[in-house]
C-alpha cells in the first residue's frame, strides 16, 4: 500500500493518519444572506485547496516537531502526495504549494505521559485554484 507524504522544509511531516486535499471557497467583503428572503449574495474571489492532516496519538517529539513544521502563518514550497488518486490529484505524484495555517496547533496530553491526543491541522493555499469554464 502506497504511504502518502508531507514535507514541509525538506522535513517529513510524521505521525499523520490521513491527508485530504479539498476545494474552499472564499468570499469577499458584504457577503452573506439577506435578512428579508434569505437570498445569499457577494462577489466569489474563487477556490483554494485546503489540506487537512489528521493525526493519531504521537510521542512528545512528533508533537513538538509538528509544531515547528506548520504553526507558521505562511508555508512556502509544502510538498505532499496521497494515498489515492483523488480529483486531479494522482497518487504518489509529489505536489508542492503555498499553504497559510491561521490556528495554533492543539492537543492535549495523555495520561500516561509521553504522549499526545489525535488532532487535525488544516491548510489552505495561498493561491487560487484555476476557475473551470
Request: a negative charge; hydrophobic letters at 30%; aromatic letters at 14%.
Amino acid at each position: 500500500m502506497y504511504e502518502p507524504k508531507l514535507i514541509v522544509n525538506g522535513t517529513p511531516v510524521p505521525g499523520f493518519t490521513k491527508l485530504t486535499p479539498g476545494p474552499e471557497p472564499l468570499w469577499g467583503d458584504g457577503t452573506g444572506r439577506n435578512t428579508l428572503d434569505g437570498h445569499y449574495s457577494g462577489t466569489f474571489i474563487g477556490y483554494f485547496t485546503t489540506l487537512e492532516i489528521e493525526f493519531g496519538i504521537v510521542t512528545d517529539e512528533e508533537y513538538n516537531l509538528i509544531k515547528k513544521l506548520l504553526e507558521h502563518p505562511f508555508l512556502e514550497g509544502v510538498q505532499f502526495s496521497l494515498e489515492k488518486d483523488m480529483e486531479g490529484y494522482k497518487q504518489g505524484d509529489l505536489f508542492t504549494e503555498d499553504f497559510y495555517n491561521g490556528a495554533a496547533i492543539k492537543s492535549s496530553p495523555l495520561a500516561c505521559g509521553g504522549y499526545w491526543e489525535g488532532f487535525t491541522v488544516t491548510l489552505t493555499a495561498i493561491d487560487r485554484r484555476p476557475q473551470l469554464t
